[in-house]
């Protein structure tokens, strides 16, 4: 390989002087596996980022992305649109749970949060309700890295160095406990944790809370399951006291969890979601934000005149492009039967990865759907040893997320059972080393 100069580029997430001692790049990439420039070949355990459940190098977008750069490569949608713009709404509002048709894109799952708390924001103005400005999340949560998603995270690194940018955001706690070590699926207790939400409206005053944003599964923290009932009993409560639910679905959107979207794979609505990665395969960055029918409208007929009745956008919202990539993507879901792969390879999943759970590095193990997290026992220091293993699995062939000492496994819908095997047997020759 050719020399890198690696003085100029600065790693977001990263320890750059660790990952300069020992570079882990890829070159190329093609279904469930990635090569670095020498050619050694790296098992693509987290579909990149959650972000590539049809694997990677898919002839079909490539395709539709050049076909759409040579017709349209960029036009604004302030005021204006690309016609592809439409058809993706039209696309998205059919595959959604019923209601939520309204469709607002971005490019990014941080940039979605932000515009899905400008929303609720708009929609509490419009209907007279302005004094409701606060915002409720959970801890470990992940809402992305802007300002708005930076306010709502509940993993304190994510905002320890910003809190003096943040909005006004309460916390309610996390839904794991130490008894559910081992237990896949979703927790048969603790749906009463969502009565936090009612103490804090008590606490705080109901009409002071705009909205309630949930990750329907917890995953950049480590594959945290909602226990039955606890999504139910927060969709009774923000009834009850007028508050938006907001999932977030960008790492769960897609077929994750075996149905398009974790709602309705836990059956319950929410006001608003928020999707991002999966939608164009990762191809080209792209977000959106479905919002309820009635939300929308109540914000334009709020609006005077010939003004814009939501002052909020981006220049690439909607990019001709990026529209074109997620259609591929979705004709890809559909035309294959992703979702419905996903669904029937999800036991096989779980099994593999749940046979895991003897070894001795291997405190506890989560997972439903195509995803999954092997939680190491603790090291010297939190994340150290998290940060060791990931190393170590590269240099053996697996690529997954580490966050701290979780390990996060979020296979291609397309892996193949013996690449499935692979990639565990390489996770239990790296978890089974003593040096650890």
């Not at 949930?214 to 399951?225: H, K, T």
């Not at 059972?417 to 080393?433: T, W």
Request: one cysteine or more; charged letters at 20%.
């Amino acid at each position: 390989m050719n020399a890198i100069n690696m003085e100029h580029h600065w790693l977001p997430f990263t320890n750059n002087r660790m990952f300069r001692e020992e570079p882990q790049i890829f070159a190329r990439a093609e279904g469930v596996r990635y090569w670095t420039p020498e050619g050694q070949e790296i098992m693509d355990a987290a579909s990149g980022l959650f972000c590539c459940p049809a694997g990677h190098a898919r002839r079909e977008i490539a395709d539709a992305i050049h076909a759409q750069v040579m017709e349209l490569d960029y036009t604004t949608h302030f005021q204006r649109a690309a016609p592809n713009s439409f058809r993706l709404a039209t696309r998205l509002a059919e595959l959604l749970p019923a209601g939520l048709n309204r469709i607002f894109f971005g490019s990014s799952g941080s940039e979605a949060v932000d515009s899905a708390m400008k929303i609720c924001l708009a929609y509490h103005r419009a209907r007279g309700q302005g004094q409701r400005t606060r915002f409720v999340s959970r801890n470990w949560a992940y809402h992305g890295v802007n300002l708005g998603g930076t306010s709502l995270a509940g993993m304190v690194n994510n905002r320890r160095d910003f809190s003096g940018a943040t909005s006004d955001v309460v916390h309610m706690r996390h839904t794991w406990s130490d008894e559910q070590r081992f237990s896949l699926g979703q927790p048969e207790t603790g749906a009463d944790l969502a009565d936090d939400l009612e103490e804090i409206c008590k606490t705080y005053g109901a009409e002071t809370i705009a909205g309630v944003f949930v990750e329907p599964i917890a995953g950049s923290v480590g594959v945290i399951l909602p226990p039955q009932g606890y999504l139910q009993r927060l969709r009774a409560i923000a009834d009850k006291y007028g508050l938006l639910l907001i999932f977030d679905e960008v790492i769960t959107g897609f077929g994750r969890t075996g149905s398009a979207f974790a709602a309705q794979e836990f059956g319950v609505t929410p006001d608003l979601m928020t999707m991002a990665k999966a939608l164009t395969n990762g191809t080209v960055p792209m977000s959106a934000v479905a919002v309820r029918t009635d939300i929308q409208q109540t914000v334009i007929d709020a609006a005077e005149g010939d003004r814009p009745e939501l002052f909020h956008g981006y220049t690439y919202s909607a990019h001709p492009v990026a529209c074109a990539a997620a259609l591929a993507s979705l004709d890809i879901y559909r035309d294959h039967g992703l979702f419905e792969r996903a669904k029937a390879l999800s036991p096989v999943f779980l099994d593999a990865l749940h046979s895991l759970r003897n070894l001795p590095h291997v405190f506890d193990i989560r997972g439903y759907g195509m995803m999954g997290a092997v939680q190491l026992t603790p090291g010297a220091k939190p994340g150290m040893k998290g940060s060791l293993v990931q190393r170590l699995l590269f240099r053996e062939g697996l690529h997954l997320k580490a966050t701290g000492d979780a390990l996060i496994i979020a296979p291609a819908f397309v892996t193949g059972e013996d690449d499935l095997a692979r990639m565990i047997e390489i996770l239990r020759r790296v978890l089974g080393r003593a040096d650890l």
